[in-house]
């Protein structure tokens, strides 16, 4: 009977921490004003569910268009539309920040 209550507290467990990193993704999604650099203007970056993005506005910064993106634990991963390494960001209070791969230039994305 033990055992019987121990498996039933581990699956509880189990689908609540799936629910809650479920959430944090849908946390993510919505539109971004995505900044390279300190002096370029921000463009706008629509995150979907599905992982597309889509944007208004001159979002290449370069030729890297952000295309797909990919949430990894609590950081984000901005992916071109062949599926390559834009950036890579962790969370900063309501933003997330990182580098460019490409060239190592500072990326934000805030709402």
């Known amino acids: 009977m033990r055992k019987l209550h121990s498996l039933a507290l581990g699956g509880i467990v189990a689908l609540g921490l799936i629910g809650a990193a ?3 993704d849908t946390a993510v999604t919505g539109a ?3 900044t390279v650099g300190s002096a370029d203007a921000p463009c706008t970056l629509n995150l979907a569910d599905d ?3 889509t944007n208004s506005g001159d979002c290449s910064n370069g030729g890297d268009a952000v295309g797909h993106w990919k949430a ?3 950081r984000l991963q901005l992916l071109s539309n062949n ?3 834009v950036a890579y960001l962790s969370p900063k209070g309501d933003t997330y920040q990182g580098k460019r791969v490409a060239d190592g230039r500072v990326v934000a994305l805030a709402r």
Request: zero cysteines; a neutral charge; hydrophobic letters at 45%.
């Open 51 to 53: 992982g597309n993005v």
């Open 22 to 24: 479920h959430a944090a």
């Open 72 to 74: 990894v634990g609590s």
């Open 83 to 85: 599926d390559s390494l």
């Open 32 to 34: 971004w004003k995505l």
